[in-house]
């Protein structure tokens, strides 16, 4: 096992190695300079979520290094991750919480969504990287990123209804603004599988490649990412998160603004 360390209370490792801190997780992390790996590592269980996998992600969020500017997430063996694990539903790991405090159950859930909001940060660029099935919850993970590649075996599903459910991390959101109202419904309702073809000409993907050329397709975008000046990455993300909510007046005004720091940043290099 190579040299691991302990960031923000989260060990991570270098090599890739599984740390400490993670492992119950089912999560390997991996930093490289600007590049972070995360792994979901429960390939026996085809990578289904639980809890700590959860609030393991979160705890990566919280403390990544500031050299990190791109993300990629993927999952070992045959799957990118079957969503949750319905062991959960007996009780093991704790048990899903009855609903009977509302207040309590919110900020469970919230806690547990944190695992996925951080993916959204303008100062990271994420990528999924998506083969076998990403079903329920690991959907809501590569939607979570901002750009997703995707092997021809890959098979979307978004279950949580089938389960008596709503999806509820923060993937409805994503959903709607990708595919619209329509095609959400369908898929949500009927929690019927999407293949990787029908993946791309939706637009749930940007890039569909054969499974054995996922891994160098997602170098090439990696080292494309990072060939870009960091500042202005990071400004034009905030810029194209806000666009579908802002007029076009509040757009205009905030691409003058991200300029005005752009300008400034390399007027004091």
């Not at 704790?94 to 159950?105: K, R, Y």
């Not at 940060?121 to 990287?129: C, E, N, Q």
């Not at 960091?230 to 007029?247: C, E, I």
């Amino acid at each position: 096992m190579g040299d691991a360390s302990t960031t923000g209370g989260v060990e991570r490792s270098e090599t890739g190695a599984a740390a400490p801190g993670l492992d119950e997780a089912g999560l390997l992390l991996d930093v490289d300079g600007a590049v972070a790996t995360v792994t979901l590592n429960r390939p026996e269980r085809r990578n289904a979520m639980t809890f700590a996998t959860w609030r393991g992600l979160a705890a990566i969020g919280r403390s990544l290094p500031g050299a990190v500017r791109v993300v990629v997430v993927r999952g070992a063996g045959p799957s990118f991750s079957a969503g949750i694990d319905l062991g959960m539903f007996s009780g093991e790991g704790g048990g899903l919480p009855d609903g009977s405090d509302a207040e309590a159950a919110d900020r469970f859930i919230a806690e547990l969504q944190e695992g996925y909001t951080w993916l959204r940060r303008p100062d990271l660029v994420t990528v999924a990287a998506v083969h076998g099935h990403a079903i329920g919850a690991g959907f809501q993970l590569a939607l979570s990123c901002d750009i997703r590649v995707i092997a021809d075996d890959a098979a979307f599903c978004m279950k949580e209804p089938a389960l008596g459910l709503v999806p509820d991390l923060t993937g409805t959101k994503p959903l709607v603004e990708i595919v619209g109202i329509g095609r959400a419904l369908e898929l949500c309702l009927t929690a019927r599988t999407v293949p990787a073809g029908e993946a791309a000409r939706i637009g749930l993907a940007e890039t569909l490649v054969p499974r054995d050329g996922l891994d160098g397709a997602v170098r090439d975008l990696v080292d494309a990412l990072l060939a870009v000046d960091a500042g202005a990455a990071a400004a034009t993300k905030r810029l194209l998160w806000q666009a579908a909510g802002n007029t076009l007046g509040q757009q205009s005004a905030a691409e003058r603004r991200e300029q005005i720091g752009r300008l400034r940043d390399l007027n004091a290099r």
